[in-house]
């Protein structure tokens, strides 16, 4: 099991907004920044947002992230089929001196 | 930019050793404060951290495979590698290498290398 929880999967439709939530705890991300992944299906997967809020040259300002005490969110807006993959939230974990992955979150664009 | 490319056997039997390099083209692995990581991931599951490992040698392992990981550097064949014993079925995964910085900013990754478990 996770330490950090992220609902299984999401859907919404295209032109639509979507959140992922990702929950942990004090040793993670209530102490240290959140990073977002995306994996597209058969892909590595590939930095989305670090720092919480911050995005890398390339990702589409569509997506953003937030981070509020031990849960941080994922939002993506004006939806796209090619947004379909899956959304991992990450965190370093200081009990752990390691970092640790959400379960996953499977977006599908109806 | 940096590029990585996992290589190893695709088949391990087990309780023997598993062995992956990991090759960092693009850039010198000895260069900035980068933390050269290994994560994988079960077919239809989620990812995991195994560990990573700075260019003077120090290590930081996933707890729950840490007797049974070790990470390694070679800066003059700009090269890094995972080894992990004792496996079992359980260890079939994709492997990837990445280059960490802050924390568990992991960028970029990988292309991933298929190891199964199987006699």
């Known amino acids: 099991q996770s330490l950090l929880t992220q609902p299984p999967s999401a859907s919404e439709t295209p032109g639509q907004r979507v959140t992922i939530s990702c929950s942990g705890s004090?040793?993670?991300?209530?102490?240290?920044?959140v990073f977002w992944y995306q994996q597209l299906p058969g892909t590595a997967p590939k930095l989305l947002i670090y720092r919480n809020t911050q995005r890398p040259s390339g990702v589409p300002d569509r997506f953003s992230g937030s981070k509020s005490g031990t849960s941080a969110s994922l939002a993506i807006s004006g939806l796209r089929s090619e947004d379909e993959a899956d959304y991992y939230c990450?965190?370093?974990?200081?009990?752990?001196?390691?970092?640790?992955f959400g379960g996953g979150t499977k977006l599908t664009v109806l | 930019q940096v590029r990585l490319q996992e290589s190893g056997p695709g088949l391990v039997k087990p309780s023997q050793t598993l062995s992956l390099t990991c090759t960092v083209s693009g850039g010198s692995i000895n260069s900035g404060y980068y933390f050269w990581t290994w994560i994988r991931q079960p077919a239809g599951k989620g990812l995991e951290w195994i560990g990573r490992i700075y260019i003077s040698g120090s290590t930081n392992y996933n707890p729950s495979l840490k007797s049974r990981v070790i990470i390694s550097i070679d800066t003059s064949r700009n090269q890094f590698s995972l080894k992990l014993n004792s496996v079992t079925a359980a260890d079939t995964a994709v492997y990837y290498c990445a280059k960490g910085t802050d924390y568990a900013r992991i960028d970029p990754w990988g292309q991933g290398i298929l190891v199964t478990v199987s006699s």
């Open positions: 990450a965190a370093w974990d200081d009990s752990l001196s390691g970092a640790v």
């Open positions: 004090s040793s993670n991300i209530g102490r240290n920044y």
